[in-house]
């Protein structure tokens, strides 16, 4: 068997351990004499997984008690009107800041249900930075201010958080969650789809302080509404079962073979730091973001010249380093480092990149 080191942006790579263990689960799942896939999620079986997956969710993210977390489906997608329906009802206004596509996909849901404005934006410069934000810059009754953590298909993040006041802040951390510690009492809500750095494709979650459930439009569907999920512990219908155990898995591996978000942050810091100091020296491949606002998951970067950058990635490929194509936005490379590639991925495709550049230099 051989694997490719995988730096698709999502879904994206699963830390092999994780991969082994369901494996070896797949057909008897601790005794019970079936797999995760098929057994009822009303079990008692189910039940302590899903269970284990929320405390384990808890602790390696110290999701302080008033908090709710959601395990919910439709991709973080669903969150951009899951958040305004339940959140933009005492003014009906939100600020939201554009430092992407997802940013901007989020906003134009919003807008159809309320008043909602684009506080900053880093469109002028193809979203290559984060805009400098100040509690001025947005509208003191916006009922939340709404940005995305780490950018995806630009490679930016907020290395610090925006001062909204007193005004809530939500986040899409789709990209970034489980890569190093947040602060989760700095905000009213995240979301984050979980086949970045989570899990499989299928699984939302949503964490949630608790005040900010029960006042959703009356035009909410039930499905919608954080309150429906809240009260039923993720269960007011099928989850989304195997995805929840794999993202249980993945939450194990980061607390004992990882040893927590501190060290995975220490590690992802490794990684990106080996690619970024290579970009920066090499003089045909380039990063296209400003150096303060990169990702730690996200590596963007381009030749200046399409057909080289062809050849990179057909190269690339062929020696077993795959999805290196850049957004089909955005163009160029880009590779996705998330917490699943091993650090000797990274190495190796540096490696790999300076040998291309010196055949065709
Ligand atoms: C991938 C991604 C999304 C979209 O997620 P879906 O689960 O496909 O809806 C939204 N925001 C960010 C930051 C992403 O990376």
């Given at each position: 068997?051989?694997?490719?080191?995988?730096?698709s942006a999502g879904p994206s790579m699963l830390p092999?351990?994780?991969l082994t263990k369901a494996a070896a689960e797949m057909l008897d799942y601790e005794g019970s004499g079936q797999s995760v896939m098929e057994m009822s999620h009303r079990s008692k079986v189910y039940d302590a997984i899903i269970k284990d997956a929320e405390k384990l969710l808890r602790e390696v993210m110290q999701i302080p008690d008033n908090y709710k977390v959601l395990f919910l489906q439709g991709g973080a997608s669903s969150q951009f009107a899951m958040v305004p329906m339940n959140l933009m009802t005492k003014n009906k206004k939100a600020d939201y800041v554009l430092t992407g596509q997802w940013a901007t996909k989020a906003y134009k849901e919003a807008a159809r249900y309320g008043d909602a404005v684009a506080a900053a934006s880093s469109k002028d410069k193809t979203f290559s930075y984060i805009p400098k934000l100040d509690k001025s810059m947005f509208r003191p009754d916006a009922d939340y201010v709404h940005i995305c953590m780490n950018n995806t298909i630009y490679g930016t993040v907020y290395h610090e958080l925006p001062d909204?006041?007193?005004?809530?802040?939500?986040?899409?951390?789709?990209?970034?969650?489980?890569?190093?510690?947040?602060?989760v009492s700095k905000f009213a809500l995240l979301y984050a789809g979980a086949q970045k750095n989570m899990a499989p494709a299928g699984l939302t979650v949503v964490i949630v302080r608790e005040d900010f459930i029960g006042n959703a439009m009356d035009i909410t569907p039930t499905m919608f509404n954080y309150q429906t999920h809240a009260d039923n512990g993720s269960m007011f219908n099928t989850p989304p079962c195997y995805t929840i155990y794999i993202a249980k898995l993945v939450l194990e591996w980061i607390k004992n073979e990882?040893?927590?978000?501190?060290?995975?942050?220490?590690?992802?810091?490794?990684?990106?730091a080996m690619l970024y100091d290579f970009l920066d020296n090499s003089k045909m491949f380039k990063g296209t973001v400003v150096p303060?606002?990169?990702?730690?998951?996200?590596?963007p970067f381009v030749t200046g010249n399409?057909?080289?950058?062809?050849?990179?990635?057909?190269?690339?490929?062929?020696?077993?380093?795959?999805?290196?194509?850049?957004?089909?936005?955005?163009?160029?490379?880009?590779a996705s480092i998330y917490n699943a590639m091993p650090v000797e991925?990274?190495?190796?495709?540096?490696?790999?990149?300076k040998d291309f550049e010196e055949k065709n230099s």
């Open positions: 068997m051989s694997r490719v080191y995988n730096f092999e351990a994780v909204t006041g007193d005004i809530p802040l939500v986040a899409d951390i789709s990209s970034c969650i489980l890569s190093k510690p947040i602060d990882i040893g927590g978000l501190e060290k995975m942050q220490e590690i992802n810091e490794k990684k990106a303060e606002d990169r990702s730690l998951m996200n590596v399409e057909e080289l950058d062809a050849k990179f990635v057909k190269e690339a490929t062929a020696a077993g380093f795959v999805n290196l194509k850049g957004h089909r936005t955005v163009g160029g490379m880009r991925g990274v190495e190796k495709l540096v490696a790999f990149m």
